[in-house]
């Protein structure tokens, strides 16, 4: 079985906030959506595939982070979607959207807006996370 490595896109597009059950939580270098991403460290690309306990803590964190969002940001609705044509390491998107984001009601892929937070900024974003999970077991940022 191959080393897990991150995706050099994954890597430089997003910072790592840490590791929950054996999967990296990210933060997509992006302060117009809170976008997070879900990474099993795994070497397989689909989630059919997966064991079906692997499934489940997929499962069990795009949850824990659509409550986080909720409770941490101002939203209308959150989405979650597994889409690898460009990266394809299997990974989950985990995305609040709001009627006053720049993409609304629109679709977030491929979209040019764009701000990127300041390291001080994601560490926020990790510590507050850190609190609503207290198993995330940090990353330097």
Known sequence: ?????????????????????NSLILLLNNKHYPWFIIVPKT??????????????????????LSKFIRGNYTIDKINIASIGNMVPQIHI????????????????WGQTHKTEYTKEEA????????????????SSI
């Open 93 to 108: 998107h985990v995305i609040g959207r709001s009627k006053t984001d720049p993409s609304w009601p629109g679709v977030v």
């Open 123 to 138: 560490l926020k974003v990790q510590n507050k996370l850190k609190t609503f999970i207290p198993e995330l077991q940090e």
């Open 43 to 64: 070497s397989i690309e689909q989630i059919d595939l997966l064991d079906e306990s692997l499934q489940v803590d997929l499962l069990q964190q795009s949850s824990q």
């Open 1 to 21: 079985m191959n080393q897990f490595q991150l995706n050099t896109t994954l890597n430089q597009d997003c910072f790592t906030l840490g590791t929950i059950k």
